[in-house]
């Protein structure tokens, strides 16, 4: 890790053009867009919508489960994501292929249980990890934490996500991992709110 730079940061969950107000103005360096099944789930069509009234210079991230990877690469392309985030079980072969479709940069989740597990996601062909909490229900978004004691030194640049919000975000800085990745912590029953998303950035970058 390279302590001498400030952590990126990833708004996921990102549903309407609505949800760009706090965005375009405080200007987190990624947004998520979620394809896969959840109640913040976006079509390719609402998607290029949304980056349609993005300000430059923010990139677009879209989140997959499990998808076929054609499917994944025409969304990827039709929609200009910047990055593909995997939230599923894809493994190394479906991750080079993906890679030799779409020519973009791939972030894949670890749901952490043990750090074997994320060594072992470690030697992925993957541009970034993405470090969430492990859910026997849920592929991801269960707004808890987990043991950062887990995580080991890797190769890859890493995204902590899993439950981080205003009152658990100084911890999570103090790993200064690649990115912070934020969702329900911004949220005001269910939808993102413009405090929230103001409040968490600055202190972030603070």
């Not at 706090?22 to 109640?39: Q, T, V």
């Not at 996601?121 to 470090?131: E, G, K, R, S, W």
């Amino acid at each position: 890790m390279n302590n001498n730079r400030t952590s990126k940061i990833k708004i996921c969950g990102i549903k309407s053009i609505q949800d760009l107000e706090a965005i375009n103005k405080y200007k987190p360096d990624y947004i998520g867009l979620i394809f896969a099944d959840s109640k913040r789930r976006v079509t390719p069509e609402q998607a290029l919508n949304i980056k349609n009234h993005l300000v430059d210079n923010i990139s677009t991230v879209g989140v997959f489960v499990n998808e076929d990877v054609d499917k994944v690469a025409e969304i990827a392309l039709s929609t200009d994501l910047h990055l593909i985030q995997l939230h599923g079980d894809e493994d190394a072969l479906y991750i080079q292929k993906l890679k030799a479709l779409t020519n973009k940069k791939i972030i894949k989740a670890v749901r952490v249980k043990d750090s074997l597990q994320i060594l072992e996601a470690d030697m992925l062909p993957c541009d970034f990890l993405l470090l969430d909490t492990f859910s026997q229900n849920s592929y991801g978004g269960v707004g808890q934490t987990f043991d950062y004691s887990l995580i080991p030194n890797m190769k890859h640049p890493y995204f902590l996500a899993g439950g981080l919000n205003i009152r658990n975000i100084d911890n999570a800085i103090s790993l200064n991992p690649f990115a912070l990745d934020i969702n329900s912590g911004v949220e005001v029953n269910g939808s993102k709110n413009y405090h929230k998303i103001k409040e968490i950035i600055l202190r972030c970058r603070n």
